[in-house]
């Protein structure tokens, strides 16, 4: 079990410049929230009813949401501090993306929060992460390691 320590905010400015203020300030309160929430094993507790969280376990609402995390983890036998109850890194974007299709006219934010970084499975979909920016779903990438939450560019940009 891990607490998190959030990013300062001028990192997430230089991340994402594009964000909207309210997705910004959206944002801001999930950092906030994830910095006195424990992660055990890739489930949050404590998650609200605005943030439903893509697990495998479920996405805790089935009613579309205005934002959605999905959390994606190093499957890695070797890696013991895992996140055994979220999906593989890849498996979460593409829910994150079948949530987007799902749920277009209503969602805004969507944050993809992992523990491993891998650019070039990110790259495979960023076309389809672009497509749902014009459509006015805009896309965060979260790297939690060594206790903390930072923001990551996306490879593409």
């Known amino acids: 079990m891990s607490l998190i320590t959030k990013a300062p905010s001028s990192t997430l400015s230089k991340a994402y410049p594009d964000l909207t203020i309210a997705n910004y300030n959206e944002l ?3 950092l906030e929230r994830l910095q006195i929430t424990p992660i055990n094993y890739g489930n949050l507790s404590n998650s609200s009813s605005d943030w439903p969280v893509i697990l495998p376990n479920g996405v805790s609402s089935g009613v579309c949401s205005k934002n959605i995390l999905a959390i994606g983890a190093d499957k890695s036998t070797f890696f013991k501090q895992r996140w055994k ?6 498996k ?3 829910y ?4 987007y299709e799902k749920c277009q006219n209503i969602t805004k934010l969507g944050v993809l929060l992992t523990d491993v970084w891998r650019p070039s499975v990110l790259s495979r979909w960023g076309e389809v992460y672009e497509h749902f920016e014009n459509q006015g779903i805009q896309s965060v990438a979260l790297l939690y390691s060594g206790g903390q939450i930072t923001p990551i560019r996306w490879p593409w940009r």
């Open 85 to 90: 109850n979220a999906y593989p890194f890849e």
């Open 28 to 30: 801001i309160a999930l």
């Open 96 to 99: 994150l993306l079948d949530y």
């Open 92 to 94: 979460a974007c593409v």
